[in-house]
């Protein structure tokens, strides 16, 4: 008997904190998004404690951002279970919107008001530069130039990018 190999089912609403956990010191994506989290956390926090471990916290994101060659600010709207496996040249607009469970490869680039929803793939060296809506489960191929809304479930690839009809 044949024992069918599937994999593991990603949600898009609910995020896998594992993630995001780092796996070993030298870690440069997921220590940039620690510090990012940890950032957030003591500022919502507040007090003279969160105010002294905030800034702890830009020391941080500095260092980590340097390394990892990314542009990801303090104050972005990132859902959990975010994976950057190769995160150099990686530019985010802190008014775009990213949902949990997805995955960035290297030189994307999201500018501001943009919404991608939960478990979106965006390949390397895409562009999401106009404001438009992802949805949830998405492809962005690689290098796509994205400059109209992406359905979800739906795979956007090209210059500039066209919705791939589905196989049935």
């Not at 990892?68 to 709207?77: E, K, M, S, Y």
């Not at 400059?147 to 589905?166: E, M, N, R, S, Y």
Request: hydrophobic share 40%; with cysteine.
């Amino acid at each position: 008997m044949v024992e069918s190999i599937t994999a593991p089912v990603v949600s898009a609403t609910e995020p896998d904190w594992s993630r995001e956990q780092p796996r070993q010191f030298w870690d440069p994506s997921r220590q940039l998004l620690k510090s990012i989290r940890n950032y957030q956390k003591r500022k919502q926090q507040g007090g003279i404690l969160g105010y002294f471990l905030s800034r702890f916290n830009i020391i941080q994101h500095i260092f980590w951002s340097i390394v990892a060659g990314t542009d990801i600010p303090l104050n972005c709207q990132i859902g959990g279970g975010l994976i950057m496996l190769h995160p150099n040249g990686i530019v985010i607009h802190p008014e775009a919107s990213i949902g949990p469970n997805c995955l960035i490869f290297q030189q994307v680039t999201i500018v501001s008001d943009v919404q991608i929803g939960g478990h979106v793939d965006i390949g390397a060296g895409a562009k999401i530069i106009r404001s438009v809506t992802i949805g949830d489960h998405a492809l962005i191929g690689a290098n796509a130039v994205v400059i109209c809304d992406v359905p979800p479930g739906a795979t956007a690839v090209g210059i500039p990018a066209k919705i791939l009809p589905k196989k049935s």
